[in-house]
């Protein structure tokens, strides 16, 4: 019930197309759903985050869109570059337990 | 400013020694997270803190990981009688507050721990 599932594992996009990366997760007391970017030795850093009150949130090039009833959410990254290049990580928490679930990462491949 | 940092950023262990990891939160963050990352996977939840109080643990894989934050600043997770499975990078991450107005948690650049 606390797993966050994600998909792709691995991803290859050409440089200027679009990657798309989903999530699902089963508990419903999760309220806040924000997605990591990490680079290799570094940190995971925030990209963006939505709350289940709105069904898409966007920053720029990235867009997250939300599916209360379906309980999915994806990562969109609009005209993506070779900088793009990381692992990428969903998550979900609550208020609760200050904690956050995360989904087991798609490592994203932009090609020049 | 400075954000979260951890020190000491690589350790090697022996099997059966113990070793002590830091977390230095971004100044004035009153929440403070442990998580661990095995290889090629996401970050799991060990622990938090709200300011020096550990509000919950439950995900701290035996007795032998300990972790406090005496003053409500800096943390230190410790591990007892280090296992080759302890091998891992060990994140910490620090926030403003914990609730619904503010939930962002900033990581430091974490601890990779080897256990030989």
């Known amino acids: 019930q606390q797993q966050v599932k994600q998909s792709p594992q691995s991803l290859i996009v050409q440089k200027g197309g679009i990657s798309i990366i989903n999530c699902a997760y089963e508990?419903?007391?999760?309220?806040?759903f924000p997605w990591y970017q990490q680079f290799p030795g570094k940190g995971p850093a925030l990209l963006i985050a939505?709350?289940?009150?709105?069904s898409e949130k966007k920053e720029g090039r990235f867009t997250i869109s939300f599916n209360k009833s379906a309980k999915q959410f994806s990562l969109h990254i609009m005209d993506s570059q070779p900088g793009d290049s990381a692992t990428y990580f969903c998550?979900?928490?609550?208020?609760?337990?200050?904690?956050?679930?995360f989904g087991q990462g798609t490592e994203l491949s932009v090609k020049p | 400013g400075a954000g979260v940092s951890q020190s000491p950023r690589y350790k090697v262990a022996k099997r059966g020694q113990d070793v002590a990891l830091r977390c230095d939160p971004i100044s004035g963050h009153v929440s403070l997270f442990w998580y661990q990352q095995a290889l090629g996977q996401g970050p799991e939840f060990l622990t938090y803190f709200q300011n020096e109080a550990q509000l919950d643990k439950s995900g701290l894989p035996s007795d032998r990981f300990f972790a406090e934050r005496p003053e409500g600043s800096v943390s230190t997770l410790k591990i007892q009688r280090t296992q080759q499975e302890d091998s891992a990078v060990y994140l910490c991450?620090?926030?403003?507050?914990?609730?619904?107005?503010?939930?962002?948690?900033?990581f430091g650049p974490g601890t990779r721990l080897t256990v030989l």
């Open positions: 998550a979900a928490g609550d208020n609760q337990g200050g904690k956050l679930i």
């Open positions: 991450a620090s926030s403003l507050v914990w609730g619904r107005i503010n939930n962002e948690q900033f």
């Open positions: 508990n419903t007391a999760f309220d806040y």
């Open positions: 939505i709350r289940p009150d709105v």
